[in-house]
């Protein structure tokens, strides 16, 4: 081998060295400490006499700080509004759909908690129909964290009810 080639592959580890150390200590991103949420799907149906809202949400948290062991402690808040002559209003649910989670800080040096939450919110036929004033119904949610810091509140997908059938408006 030349002089000039065994240079270049005495200094290739160096090379190599120095890309997987500038791709390793890649910066992670950085969210804010209050908690932000985002409406991603929600599936509706009916069984025995009971409307199923499966709705999944997406949550990221920069410090990550959510959830706990005490089953007393809420988290995430969901609220039913109806529409009457287009007007959203609140129904007032008894008990209200509140929920604790189970303590999700992520371990680690990056305590930035990115995660989809499921929530099944059964209410039954006679409260949607016979109570609130209207056949169009929809969510709204936001997320509390052990910081007492609220995500801005967000909403789901409006969805018609009747007797027949169910539709999810786009």
Known sequence: MTTKIKSVFRKLPLFVILVL????????????????????????????GNFSF???????????????????????????????????VLVELDPPYHMNLPNLEPEGQNKTLIADIEADILLTKQILLEIIPSDTVFFEFYIMDNDSNFSPHEFTRQVILNDETTWILP
């Open 54 to 88: 499966f709705t999944v949400i997406h949550l990221i948290d920069g410090d990550g700080n959510i959830g706990s062991d005490d089953q007393t402690t809420k988290h995430l808040f969901y609220d039913l509004y109806a529409l009457h002559n287009g007007q959203p």
């Open 21 to 48: 150390l500038t791709v390793a200590c890649e910066t992670p991103q950085v969210y804010p400490d209050e908690p932000t949420v985002s409406f991603k799907s929600l599936v509706v149906s009916e069984k025995d």
